[in-house]
């Protein structure tokens, strides 16, 4: 395979980049620090590797034992820009000098202001926009429904199968995956409703327009249009398995809750800041949202979320009724606008395009020969591999577990995800230079041919 240059490799601080193992993983170090996680931490706070970071940049993670891993989950879809980028450790540095917190709600900042006319700008559609920061993927989530609660006067809520949207109560109701997310947490927030997704992989290649009547008629006879104040639906669903709904779908579902005054909300906190290719995967079939919730991607690793939408309905709430201590914190904001730079003038889309094409060429190649593959899927930086038993078709978490754990042991951070958790999912920093790439899916895909098949199959 001929590797074109990388796009754009901020380095960060001239962090090798290569992969290099110099104990067994996890290290003597990491064991340690385990061993202290368990007698200090929660139980419930889950952890994908046993090892533990002391620095990352481009496209790897270096652990406390001196392994430098290839990272091909970017702290879950967050570090595009590339971990401690300059830019925006730069920012962050000046910011903090000047002052770390002041609360937006008590005495405001320029930061802030200029984070929202950022979003009003870049998120689709050219009407009249206005923005409102906060911390975390959920609480945009939670505050986009605020918002669409108070401009439409009505209560209802309909969120999709395979959705994720967080964990705290409201978004836990909107998540579908009861275990890790829900189970045992109950009750949940009501006036929540679940409708039908585009599945083109398991809905038997329903067509887009035929999966969304189908959700609509769900929606209309068990909800009601006239009592909906919202969908909310990840264009690509992320924790779900990187589910692509078939073209049309959303565009169905958009022109629908148009025409029946229901709030449109696009969850943009996975796909958003150029992963796809795009800067926002609602642009791949010129969605226009009325709300749109970004995290993830937004700041280059620091906690920052917002909710950007049609102004008339983004001011329907009354003064005071949106805000938190540390939403839009001055330091988080330094560090969006400088990862929202390079998001626009350092060829990151151009990066997750080609990032895209080199994972979704070799695990086609792969699937064309390994019917384990059932398919293979997803835009830009952001594909994933689905894996099933051949003889039945049904879901294999324990094979994408297998295939996971020893890329793991060989200095691969890679995820897994999906509703039945048999998906391999791929969301490397958009910095990552090719060559590490290509060796990080290599050893993913020779670990799939060297897991046993399942018996029987
Ligand atoms: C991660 C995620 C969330 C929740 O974000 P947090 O910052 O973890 O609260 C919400 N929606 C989507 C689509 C996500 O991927």
Same mark, same amino acid.
């Given at each position: &395979?001929?590797?074109?240059?990388?796009? #754009?490799?901020?380095?960060?601080?001239?962090?090798?980049?290569?992969?290099?193992?110099?104990?067994?993983?996890?290290?003597?170090?990491?064991?340690?620090?385990?061993?202290?996680?368990?007698?200090?931490?929660?139980?419930?706070?889950?952890?994908?590797?046993?090892?533990?970071?002391?620095?990352?940049?481009?496209?790897?993670?270096?652990?406390?034992?001196?392994?430098?891993?290839?990272?091909?989950?970017?702290?879950?879809?967050?570090?595009?820009?590339?971990?401690?980028?300059?830019?925006?450790?730069?920012?962050?540095?000046?910011?903090?000098?000047?002052?770390?917190?002041?609360?937006?709600?008590?005495?405001? #900042?320029?930061?802030?202001?200029?984070?929202?006319?950022?979003?009003?700008?870049?998120?689709?559609?050219?009407?009249?926009?206005?923005?409102?920061?906060?911390?975390?993927?959920?609480?945009?989530?939670?505050?986009?429904?605020?918002?669409?609660?108070?401009?439409?006067?009505?209560?209802?809520?309909?969120?999709?199968?395979?959705?994720?949207?967080?964990?705290?109560?409201?978004? &836990?109701?909107?998540?579908?995956?009861?275990?890790? #997310?829900?189970?045992?947490?109950?009750?949940?927030?009501?006036?929540?409703?679940?409708?039908?997704?585009?599945?083109?992989?398991? !809905?038997?290649? &329903?067509?887009?327009?035929?999966?969304?009547?189908?959700?609509?008629?769900?929606?209309?006879?068990?909800?009601?249009?006239?009592?909906?104040?919202?969908?909310?639906?990840?264009?690509?669903?992320?924790?779900?398995?990187?589910?692509?709904?078939?073209?049309?779908?959303?565009?169905?579902?958009?022109?629908?809750?148009?025409?029946?005054?229901?709030? *449109?909300?696009?969850?943009?906190?996975?796909?958003?800041?150029?992963?796809?290719?795009? @800067?926002?995967?609602?642009?791949?079939?010129?969605?226009?949202?009325?709300?749109?919730?970004?995290?993830?991607?937004?700041?280059?690793? &620091?906690? +920052?979320?917002?909710?950007?939408?049609?102004?008339? @309905? @983004?001011?329907?709430?009354?003064?005071?009724? +949106?805000?938190?201590?540390?939403?839009?914190?001055?330091?988080?904001?330094?560090?969006?606008?400088?990862?929202?730079?390079?998001?626009?003038?350092?060829?990151?889309?151009?990066?997750?395009?080609?990032?895209?094409?080199?994972?979704?060429?070799?695990?086609?190649?792969?699937?064309?020969? !390994?019917?384990?593959?059932? !398919?293979?899927?997803?835009?830009?930086?952001?594909?994933?591999?689905?894996?099933?038993?051949?003889?039945?078709?049904?879901?294999?978490?324990?094979?994408?577990?297998?295939?996971?754990?020893?890329?793991?042991?060989?200095?691969?951070?890679?995820?897994?995800?999906?509703?039945?958790?048999?998906?391999?999912? *791929?969301?490397?920093?958009?910095?990552?230079?090719?060559?590490?790439?290509?060796?990080?899916? !290599?050893?993913?895909?020779?670990?799939?041919?060297?897991?046993?098949?399942?018996?029987?199959?």
């Amino acid at each position: &395979m001929t590797i074109a240059e990388p796009v #754009y490799t901020a380095g960060g601080p001239a962090l090798p980049q290569e992969r290099r193992l110099v104990t067994s993983i996890p290290g003597p170090r990491s064991a340690e620090l385990a061993a202290r996680k368990r007698n200090a931490v929660a139980a419930g706070v889950g952890t994908t590797m046993p090892v533990y970071a002391t620095a990352a940049g481009g496209g790897v993670v270096v652990d406390v034992d001196g392994n430098s891993l290839i990272d091909l989950g970017s702290g879950i879809a967050v570090t595009g820009v590339g971990n401690a980028h300059p830019g925006v450790v730069k920012a962050i540095a000046e910011q903090a000098e000047r002052a770390t917190h002041t609360c937006f709600m008590v005495t405001p #900042y320029e930061g802030y202001v200029a984070v929202a006319e950022a979003l009003n700008r870049l998120t689709p559609g050219e009407h009249a926009k206005r923005s409102a920061l906060f911390n975390s993927g959920a609480e945009a989530v939670e505050n986009a429904v605020k918002i669409a609660r108070a401009h439409t006067g009505r209560q209802a809520v309909v969120a999709f199968d395979h959705a994720y949207h967080g964990r705290t109560n409201l978004t &836990m109701a909107l998540t579908a995956k009861s275990m890790p #997310y829900k189970k045992g947490f109950g009750p949940f927030a009501p006036e929540v409703y679940r409708a039908p997704v585009s599945y083109p992989f398991r !809905d038997g290649g &329903m067509s887009g327009p035929d999966a969304a009547r189908a959700a609509i008629s769900r929606i209309e006879t068990q909800v009601g249009a006239d009592q909906l104040a919202a969908i909310i639906i990840e264009p690509i669903l992320g924790e779900g398995g990187f589910i692509v709904p078939a073209e049309g779908f959303l565009t169905t579902l958009a022109r629908w809750a148009r025409e029946n005054g229901v709030v *449109f909300i696009a969850d943009e906190v996975q796909t958003g800041f150029a992963r796809t290719g795009r @800067m926002f995967a609602s642009e791949h079939e010129a969605i226009v949202p009325d709300l749109v919730t970004t995290a993830k991607g937004i700041a280059g690793g &620091m906690p +920052l979320s917002a909710v950007t939408g049609r102004a008339e @309905m @983004m001011d329907a709430v009354h003064g005071g009724g +949106l805000g938190g201590t540390y939403g839009g914190n001055p330091v988080a904001c330094a560090a969006a606008l400088a990862a929202i730079d390079a998001f626009e003038n350092d060829g990151l889309c151009e990066a997750a395009e080609r990032i895209g094409e080199v994972i979704t060429r070799r695990f086609g190649e792969i699937a064309g020969s !390994d019917p384990r593959v059932g !398919d293979v899927r997803g835009r830009g930086a952001m594909i994933a591999v689905e894996f099933v038993k051949p003889s039945t078709g049904e879901p294999d978490a324990a094979l994408a577990a297998r295939v996971a754990a020893s890329a793991h042991t060989q200095g691969v951070i890679v995820l897994t995800c999906g509703t039945f958790g048999n998906v391999i999912r *791929f969301l490397p920093p958009l910095t990552i230079p090719l060559e590490l790439l290509v060796e990080g899916i !290599d050893i993913v895909a020779t670990a799939l041919r060297d897991a046993a098949h399942d018996a029987g199959t």
